[in-house]
């Protein structure tokens, strides 16, 4: 009986040394297994991240290639006719640019004056309205600035003013501080969208401008580092006001509101633009007008810009006699 007892207790001993041995391998093999993942883990990662690097790489070349192709497409659609308007400018020195977007068809007298970048000087108006306007900066039904009692060179300037009288004034305190307000970063996000000329609004201050020192009239648009050619104002233009434009139709609207120059209900057409006009050290150097002209809702863009002359007085005046004359004439 004894035996029988102790035999059993023996069975027992042995199958629980076994059950504890089995369970110490198990043990083991998992964490053989776990360190097997932990080191087989990274290099894993590692080519996946790499594969994913070499993925993106390759959608990103073979975007570049597609864009590059794009361009390419554009220029060779793009037709660019040489014109002799040469009897409009009467002997100013000056470039002269008409696209018809719906053709792709540039019209251009001195083409390589046309694609020269000047300063846009108070062109650039349309730009800063563009950007105030469409990001709530300014509302054209209160949109009064006060004056700071600084007297002024031109008299309209020296007035609290609204938008659209700032605007046919051409007053550039009033601009100066709405484009303070849309501030340096938003300014690049927008002029780097509608690929305005170089771009460049690093002289934000207008430091580079030799003609006045005045930090409220003077600014990066003006005889500074920002530059754009008669061809490019058109482009612009045509990104604003076109079919593919992405601004608002109020913001549009707005502006045509101020840009409007001339309109004959005889003919239908209707005349938007603005001047712009820059010194150098009490020379003009840069005088500008640029815009568009309607009629039954077919669109041509146009620039002037007029040089500076020794012989005959530049002027933004001058440029805008010349670019309206040219529109009535080619469109009509």
């Given amino acids: 009986m004894k035996r029988k007892i102790y035999l059993v207790k023996l069975m027992s001993c042995c199958m629980i040394f076994l059950f504890l041995l089995g369970g110490c391998a198990g043990r083991q093999s998992s964490e ?14 590692e080519n996946k991240k790499t594969e994913e690097i070499g993925e993106i790489e390759e959608i990103e070349e073979i975007e570049e290639i597609e864009e590059i192709e794009e361009i390419e497409e554009i220029e060779e659609i793009e037709e660019i006719e040489e014109a002799d308007w040469s009897s409009y400018f009467d002997g100013f020195p000056g470039a002269a640019v008409l696209y018809d977007a719906s053709s792709m068809k540039f019209t251009v007298y ?16 349309i730009i800063s309205s ?17 004056w700071s009692g600084e007297m002024f060179w031109k008299e309209d300037w020296n007035q609290d003013l609204d938008f659209r009288g700032a605007f046919q004034a051409s ?5 100066r501080e709405v484009i303070d307000e849309i501030g340096q970063e938003k300014m690049q996000e927008e002029l780097d969208k509608l690929l305005y000329g170089n771009c460049d609004i690093s002289d934000w201050e207008g430091q580079r401008n030799t003609n006045n020192n005045n930090r409220a009239l003077t600014g990066f648009w003006i005889e500074s580092s920002l530059k754009i050619s008669p061809k490019e104002q058109t482009e612009v233009m045509e990104r604003i006001f076109g079919d593919n ?7 549009q609207n707005a502006l045509k509101e101020v840009m409007l120059v001339k309109k004959d209900d005889e003919s239908g057409l209707s005349v938007y633009g603005k ?31 007029l ?19 040219l529109v009535l004439s080619e469109i009509n």
Avoid at 32 to 45: G, M, Q
Avoid at 110 to 121: E, V
Wanted: include cysteine; charged fraction near 30%; glycine fraction near 8%.
């Fill in 307 to 325: 040089g500076q002359a020794d012989e005959k007085e530049v002027s933004s005046a001058a440029a805008k006699e010349i670019a309206i004359g």
């Fill in 245 to 251: 434009s992405v601004y608002s139709e109020q913001t």
């Fill in 130 to 146: 563009l950007i105030a306007l469409e990001n709530g900066i300014v509302d054209p039904e209160n949109s009064i600035r006060r």
């Fill in 32 to 45: 053989e297994e776990k360190e097997i993942l932990e080191h087989e883990k990274p290099e894993t990662v």
């Fill in 275 to 305: 001047t712009g006009m820059g010194k150098a050290e009490g020379v003009v150097v840069d005088a500008w007008f640029t815009g568009f002209a309607e009629r039954r809702g077919e669109k041509v863009y146009f620039c002037v810009y």
């Fill in 110 to 125: 001195n083409s390589s004056l046309a694609q020269t970048r000047r300063s846009p000087c108070s062109t650039f108006k």
């Fill in 171 to 175: 007053c550039v305190w009033y601009f």
